[in-house]
């Protein structure tokens, strides 16, 4: 059993990856597999089961074997709105689960104690919301919410026009979970051709990947049903 409460997973894949020139940056190819396949793997023994929110065809991620579930407000309004989606499916679908941690799909290295420290951070400091941060970093869109905020995140989407989710996740009190950022920032994200020739550098040294990441995530975990 978890050290932690059960938590359900949701990668989020709804952006448009304009700075890798359009098309779905999840199924981008790192090393032989697609990122969101390397976000799964790091993600899924962590959490009860894992979703990915992603918009338009779902047929696409359908390899993935995860329930695909698409934005439930309009416009495409970023990583808020997949956050949103998450904790109302996980109300809906899976309501003994009470939080959700969202990862970006570009993100193929993150820790695996991701989670866990999540959750430490957050009961240590009595905040309702945790986020991941490295070294000077923070990276907001990685991050521990409560089902319960549902309700107030889609006021703040839908009549507010909230946006960014460093301010919705502020508004609320959020605890910052540190990692460090040597030898290399386990939250590095791929937004260029450039990064995806990074990243596979990453890869291509088993000794540093050791020594950062812990175990190789191969766990296997069941996907919800949805």
């Known amino acids: 059993m978890a050290p ?3 938590t359900l997973g949701v990668i989020l894949a709804g952006g448009l990856a304009r700075r890798m020139g359009g098309g779905d940056k999840p199924l981008l190819m790192l090393e032989g597999r697609t990122l969101l396949a390397h976000v799964k793997q790091r993600l899924a023994p962590q959490c009860e089961c894992v979703i990915l929110n992603a918009n338009g065809e779902p047929s696409r991620f359908i390899a993935t074997c995860l ?3 698409a934005d439930s407000v309009s416009d495409h309004p970023g990583p808020l709105a997949g956050i949103l989606t998450a904790l109302e499916w996980t109300a809906q679908n899976q309501s003994a689960i ?7 799909c570009d993100t193929p290295f993150i820790p695996a104690d991701l989670v866990e420290h999540l959750h430490a951070a957050g009961s240590t400091t009595q905040c309702a919301i945790a986020y991941a941060a ?8 990685i991050g521990l919410w409560p ?16 946006r960014r989710v460093e301010d919705w996740a502020k508004e609320h009190g959020a605890a910052a979970a540190i990692w460090p950022a040597e030898p290399f920032d386990p939250f590095f994200n791929i937004n ?5 020739d990074a990243a596979s550098t990453m890869l291509r040294d088993p000794s540093l990947l050791s020594r950062r990441l812990g175990n190789d995530g191969c766990g296997e975990q069941e996907d919800c049903d949805g």
């Open 67 to 69: 329930p695909i579930v």
């Open 147 to 162: 089902v319960a905020l549902r309700h107030d995140l889609r006021h703040a989407l839908t009549v507010k026009g909230m």
């Open 192 to 196: 260029t051709p450039e990064d995806l």
């Open 134 to 141: 490295s070294g000077p970093h923070e990276h907001h869109a």
């Open 4 to 6: 932690y409460p059960a």
């Open 98 to 104: 009470k939080w959700v941690v969202s990862v970006p």
